[in-house]
């Protein structure tokens, strides 16, 4: 048997009958509600027992698992009643219906799932037949479709900034968008009401998005993928970290600000000179057979050393700026002060150094 993911917002409308007593969520669920209450609602899986033959009196079984502490409701196209599933262990909820002699159920009866949180819901349709041999109902006619993306910023924290994507279209499928700019990005969306995907991407620091490719998005639904895109999807978005014009080649990003520590050559001091000073220290305590060799290690070691000395006497601190230019390069600038620029900043190359630059 095989699972599905597939929404209507028709039985969507058939569950929300005023007043129907089967909404009504037990003390469990409620108690629940302020752990799950920020998390998306799911169904994860949907699956019926095949029966031999469709007929008064035959027993239909169904389970479905998704989002612990709901409420499940059922919906067979054709029934006369709806039937409510009982959570059997924590996100798994199971129930069963007998076919009476008023029911209409046949081949293309549908089997919708709701399940509901608080005032949130989110539907499933069956991905299989009710009775072996038939053909998955409305499975020739399902053929996903996007009707809009739109991207929006949300308001960062500090120096962060946040997309935010919606996607409309078919509900019941999986949806995504492909980001590009200084690394390429897949963001999955979460359907957070039938046919409305949402998902949001927080920029890495020093990272930026090309605002002037198209933005493409997919959905999927059962074995078939609808594409679309978007050109000037980020039109009216102020966004900071976007790619600059095709002028701006030397425009970048401060990734690092490192202080280092050189000698009087320019050279970064680090194992090189340690190693060549302890060198000519040690060989100027020879014993036995080896006091010649010493000797003559020393005299030549005792240069060496006074020249070590003079360097480490030279010895300074410089700072290196390391930023990202548009196109993905990365630079580094030295500096022999501190330079007024931290990580995050948006700058321009000038020659041999840098310059704050706004976008």
């Known amino acids: 048997m095989k699972h599905s993911m597939q929404f209507s917002a028709a039985a969507l409308a058939c569950a929300l009958v005023a007043g129907s007593p089967f909404w009504a969520e037990p003390a ?15 169904v994860t899986g949907f699956d019926v027992e095949q029966v031999d033959r469709v007929e008064p009196g035959t027993e239909l079984n169904f389970t479905v698992w998704g989002t612990a502490g709901a409420v499940v409701l059922l919906q067979i196209d054709g029934s ?6 009982d959570e059997t262990t924590p996100g798994r909820y199971q129930g069963s219906y007998v076919i009476g002699r008023s029911d209409r159920i046949g081949p293309e009866s549908r089997v919708h799932a709701n399940l509901r949180h608080d005032n949130r819901v989110t539907t499933a349709l069956l991905g299989e037949a009710l009775q072996a041999g038939w053909p998955v109902p409305g499975e020739a006619a399902l ?12 308001p960062g924290r500090g120096r962060t900034e946040t997309l935010r994507y919606t996607l409309r279209g078919t509900p019941g499928g999986q949806a995504s968008v492909q980001l590009q700019g200084s690394q390429a990005t897949n963001v999955v969306l979460d359907e957070v009401r039938p046919g409305e995907y949402v998902g949001t991407y927080v920029l890495p ?53 490192n202080a280092v520590e050189v000698d009087g050559d320019g050279r970064v001091l680090g194992t090189v000179a340690g190693g060549l000073l302890g060198a000519v220290v040690g060989s100027q305590f020879g014993k036995g057979d080896g006091r010649t060799a010493a000797g003559v290690a020393g005299a030549v070691g005792g240069a060496l050393l006074g020249r070590e000395i003079q360097k480490r006497h030279n010895q300074r601190t410089q700072y290196e700026v390391l930023v990202r230019l548009n196109d993905g390069q990365q630079r580094t600038v030295i500096y022999a002060e501190q330079p007024n620029f931290r990580v995050g900043d948006s700058v321009r190359v000038v020659g041999d150094t840098l310059e704050a630059h706004r976008r």
Do not use: F, H, M
């Not at 469990?28 to 799911?42: D, G, H, I, N, V």
């Not at 006369?80 to 599933?85: P, S």
């Not at 059962?222 to 594409?227: L, M, V």
């Open 143 to 154: 053929a996903p479709e996007i009707q809009s993306v739109n991207v929006a910023r949300d």
């Open 205 to 257: 620091q020093g990272a930026w998005v090309d605002t002037e490719q198209s933005l493409e998005a997919q959905l999927r639904y059962g074995n078939r993928t609808a594409r679309s895109s978007v050109a000037n999807a980020y039109a009216g978005v102020d966004l900071k970290a976007r790619r600059g014009d095709a002028t701006c080649r030397d425009c970048a990003t401060v990734q690092a600000v």
């Open 28 to 42: 469990e669920a409620q108690q629940r509600s302020s752990r799950t209450a920020a998390a998306p609602l799911r």
């Open 80 to 85: 006369r009643r709806t039937v409510r599933l």
